[in-house]
T-cell receptor, first 113, second 114 residues
Framework: GEDVEQSLFLSVREGDSSVINCTYT??????LYWYKQEPGAGLQLLTY?????DMKQDQRLTVLLNKKDKHLSLRIADTQTGDSAIYFC?????????????FGQGTTLQVKP | EPEVTQTPSHQVTQMGQEVILRCVPI?????FYWYRQILGQKVEFLVS????????KSEIFDDQFSVERPDGSNFTLKIRSTKLEDSAMYFC????????????FGPGTRLLVL
């Protein structure tokens, strides 16, 4: 079945790069997403990538997709304390064409000053 | 910037009571969703809604749940007889066409069933 897995925790120093990894099982994924959740807040869409792309860059964010290995990563350059949050990887597939998202369990990013 | 809004932000109810969670999706969006996140667990899909009908629902979305778009702006989730295990954060989302390309979430309603 559909499943998305992430490591639970990442700690980095301010100014370093952060790399958050995600694996998924459904080979029919059409879009893959990164969402950010700050404490007590909702899910903020950070970026997404279409499954026929390998890479997408958006300011400090770089998304890499290895479709063969079903591996997605989010790199945050020059990580700031304001980047501390939970980051969720999610996929949508074309089954049913409804846009249903399958989420990973979230990676807590801790940025130390 | 347009955003999805949800009310109330918090709701406390007694087991067996009915609750209605309300959402106002982004105005030009056509696809609407409810998800929930039990504390410490993954965000789970509940239901998707398009063209005034349910397009997909999960196993969680049993007969106790229903959704409605009563007018042109609101999208509601009703839980008919709440159970303790319904305690969770409920997120509404809306999206553009094609479905799945962009999906924007509201801030959530935290439901506590006592």
């Amino acid at each position: 079945g559909e499943d998305v897995e992430q490591s639970l925790f990442l700690s980095v120093r301010e100014g370093d790069s952060s790399v958050i990894n995600c694996t998924y099982t459904d080979s029919s994924s059409t879009y893959l997403y990164w969402y950010k959740q700050e404490p007590g807040a909702g899910l903020q869409l950070l970026t997404y990538i279409f499954s026929n792309m390998d890479m997408k860059q958006d300011q400090r964010l770089t998304v890499l997709l290895n479709k063969k290995d079903k591996h997605l990563s989010l790199r945050i350059a020059d990580t700031q304390t304001g980047d501390s949050a939970i980051y969720f990887c999610a996929e949508s597939t074309d089954s049913g064409n409804t846009g249903k998202l399958i989420f990973g369990q979230g990676t807590t990013l801790q940025v130390k000053p | 910037e347009p955003e999805v809004t949800q009310t109330p932000s918090h709701q406390v109810t007694q087991m067996g009571q009915e609750v209605i969670l309300r959402c106002v999706p982004i105005s030009n969006h056509l696809y609407f969703y409810w998800y929930r996140q039990i504390l410490g667990q993954k965000v789970e899909f509940l239901v998707s809604f398009y063209n005034n009908e349910i397009s997909e629902k999960s196993e969680i979305f049993d007969d106790q749940f229903s959704v409605e778009r009563p007018d042109g702006s609101n999208f509601t989730l009703k839980i008919r007889s709440t159970k303790l295990e319904d305690s969770a954060m409920y997120f509404c989302a809306s999206g553009t066409s094609p479905p799945g390309e962009t999906q924007y979430f509201g801030p959530g309603t935290r439901l506590l069933v006592l």
